[in-house]
């Protein structure tokens, strides 16, 4: 037996910040003081930054789904009428939230590991001139690929409907430009680009989904938007945080400041396109077909006659580390590697190797570096002319 | 300048059990493990035994307040009729809650610092037989009652009606006999008696409230009850669960279930009667009258000519501590002492002596040691006879 170290290469949790790991200890705090306050105001202030709007942002001790609720409780009326983009597992948590909260739903549905194209989306707002509102992924993780909400922004911008995008993985993981491209509600949680555990979410609301909320019918309480997005800036929460992960929160925030934003979201795109080079140079096929792959975690096809569980499991048998599987009807069909957050380089030369080894144990050909050298080709193509500049 | 440590004293957050800190800190953590599982499915059957209930138990990523909208949008449709005990802050925002909810609510009020009389709940079903439900809470911790919730349930059990009990507070530190007394719904949180940060909020459900859910059409998605009973005990969560937090929580269980948790509720009543002796010893008024003093929080009114803000923040700037003013209207006129949870007799001690210094600061005559010696001397009441009898 060697020493193994349990690691975290999912798209949520993600591995946690150090610094955020020591905050989140404290123990002699409580949320209705000066310093907390400063705190609380502060994140809401760093996630103005992090996000890059100047909309409202609103904090919840949740999960992301929590947030994806308060859109759909805060905006809409029993019997509105919103399009869902659905090609994927939260795309369809969309049409059920929408459903339980009575809305009509039109599902634009696409097949796992395609992306929406904006084309279509033009065409169903067309169809259904009465549409109130959009529901869509950034970024789908249960099959890797992104959804063009830029171009989705822009025309959903001309209509009287609002746009929600679930940026629960896009965030701090793909450019977007809330304010540009008419985002009205943009949705992150704590434990993805924001390296902390589960128990954060969060959602910038613009005044156009502010105008909808005023006279839309459908109750919430725990999840109101305008409560949360007018006491946050004052340090305020309007029931109890989730004080430590905050503290956590803020520490990340302060180390995304330093990084920079966007640097955060090159550093994940560049590590998912090595990770693709790298799959497709091991004779492995991409999952994201027709469709925009997502920087935050690539999922890739278990070859012909492998359950993608194999290599699961493998991961942590032999490396005690945690890969995703495939989500629904997808389990045993995918795997997927995450890259938004806390990820470096380091941690991808060594995952590639792994696979190397797994696919090899599970009676595949393998050219052992094959997988590798695709990943360092791509760190000295981007990162190499800078160093070599710095010398 | 002397060394001071920072101390909670407030009735939540509650001061941190020091292994549940290290637990926190787990960073490698998936919650769709094995080892997730058992730690979850370990949490329900541990919340089983602290609760001291059969019934079924649902755990949210969400501060205290989630579990309470959990009820309200679970068990009620709009245009159901509930009477509402209301004495303190949470008796309003369980209020405020049923109107947001569009539930008919009928309100039974009574003046801070006084408990509902279970004569008074039962003349209110008399007068309204058509009523769905009662929400009320165990203890009203802005004023530092009790409601009798035992009677109560034996009330509302003959009746149609549901009882929802807010015991954020109770739980842990007064006597709650779920079944035997006909509790439909108790309602806990993390940072009170379960000694970890805010962020996990968790309720029983009696049979009878489920029959209620089935035909309830107000909407629900995150704080969905029965999706959460259900999936608990195979250690799942329908959505994305506040991890640390958890591994926080299953570590406190571990020691409640050592220590006993009839043992921890014994704990805090103790200190609470402690409290109140000790503030009646130095000539100072208990704000519960006509009331059932709560085993939570003990609240004591300013003296004549003082702020208790100037009490808070003597507490605070001379000693680090943390100790809670009042909430709302009882603003500046009442101070309070937390006993739920991570307390003992030292801190207490303490505690009391420097509330002699502050108030003989603030320009009363103090006999320094004679609210310590109240202390003391329940102290060696309770425990003197059990530690004599062990030499």
């Known amino acids: 037996m060697y020493v193994r170290k349990s690691r975290l290469l999912t798209p949520g949790p993600t591995p946690l910040l150090p610094s955020a790991v020591r905050a989140m200890g404290a123990a002699d705090l409580h949320h209705r003081t000066a310093e907390f306050r400063a705190a609380y105001s502060g994140v809401i202030a760093d996630l103005h930054y992090f996000m890059g709007t100047e909309n409202g942002i609103a904090l919840f001790a949740s999960s992301g789904s929590g947030a994806m609720e308060a859109a759909v409780s805060n905006l809409f009326s029993p019997g509105d009428k919103v399009i869902v983009c659905a090609a994927g597992k939260f795309g369809e948590r ?28 033009e065409a169903m707002l067309r169809q259904h001139p009465d549409v109130q509102g959009v529901l869509v992924q950034a970024t789908e993780s ?63 609301v613009s005044e156009k989904a502010f105008r909808r909320a005023e006279i839309a019918t459908n109750p919430n309480f725990y999840f109101n938007l305008r409560k949360h997005v007018e006491a946050g800036p004052k340090g305020d929460s309007p029931w109890t945080p989730a004080s430590s992960l905050l503290l956590g929160m803020a520490e990340v925030l302060r180390y995304i400041r330093e990084l920079g934003r966007d640097q955060l979201i090159r550093n994940a795109q560049l590590l998912a396109r090595a990770t693709r080079e790298s799959a497709q140079a091991l004779g492995l096929e991409l999952f994201a077909r027709n469709a925009i792959p997502a920087g935050a975690v690539t999922a890739i096809l278990a070859p012909d006659g492998l359950d993608s569980g194999q290599i699961v499991r493998a991961y942590k048998d032999r490396f005690e580390a945690v890969i995703a599987n495939g989500q629904g009807s997808m389990k045993g069909q995918i795997f997927r590697f995450a890259h938004l957050g806390y990820f470096d380089f380091h941690d991808l030369f060594a995952t590639i190797a ?38």
Chains 1, 2 share one sequence.
């Open 94 to 121: 969309w049409v059920q939230m929408a459903q339980a909260f009575n809305l009509e739903t039109v599902v634009l549905a696409k097949p796992y590991g395609e992306s929406v194209l904006p084309a279509e989306l």
């Open 142 to 204: 249960s099959t890797g690929i992104s959804h063009d909400v830029q171009s989705m922004g822009r025309m959903v911008a001309a209509t009287d409907a609002i746009l929600v995008v679930d940026a629960i993985t896009g965030l701090g993981s793909s450019i977007l430009e809330i304010d540009q491209w008419g985002l009205d509600v943009v949705i992150g949680g704590s434990q993805k680009s924001l390296m902390i555990p589960p128990g954060l979410a969060y959602c910038s």
């Open 354 to 391: 792994e696979l190397e080894i797994i696919l090899h144990e599970l009676g595949r050909n393998v050219d052992f570096g094959v997988g590798v050298q695709a990943a360092q080709a791509v760190y000295l193509d981007a990162l190499g002319a800078a160093n070599g500049g710095q010398r």
